[in-house]
């Protein structure tokens, strides 16, 4: 029995290329997200520690691997950029949510990752919902 292996380079290469809008997308959303939380404007404000605009532009990026990999249906570019937006802003309100309530109770790391697990559980739990559904 032959077992075909690819290397990391090749599997993250197909990762990033499979879906290009979603994956520009969530890494453009990502960006902007940490810029504007990093520079402490408007809304996305959060204390000075580097865990939590870390953690949320992870989870934005988090996106395309959840689309890639576990959304069950593939939409043409314009479509899976609209569903990547709509799932940008339920990710942030769902961490930004989390990480207050979650600073009054605990400390700011665990409010990070608190708001993180719950923000890809969200990806995950949808994916896995919505296939369900179908």
Do not use: C, K
């Amino acid at each position: 029995m032959m077992v075909e292996s690819t290397s990391l380079r090749d599997q993250l290469y197909s990762d990033l290329t499979d879906n290009q809008s979603v994956t520009i997308t969530s890494i453009g959303l990502a960006v902007i997200a940490f810029v504007l939380v990093a520079v402490d404007i408007g809304p996305l404000s959060v204390s000075a520690d580097f865990s939590a605009e870390f953690l949320l532009a992870l989870s934005l990026m988090d996106m395309a691997f959840t689309y890639n990999d576990y959304w069950p249906v593939e939409y043409q570019p314009r479509y899976a950029v609209i569903w990547t937006l709509i799932f940008s802003v339920a990710t942030i309100t769902v961490f930004l949510s989390v990480y207050e309530i979650g600073l009054r109770y605990v400390g700011n790391r665990v409010a990070s990752i608190a708001a993180f697990l719950l923000a890809v559980g969200l990806h995950f739990g949808s994916a896995a919902l919505y296939a369900w559904i179908r």
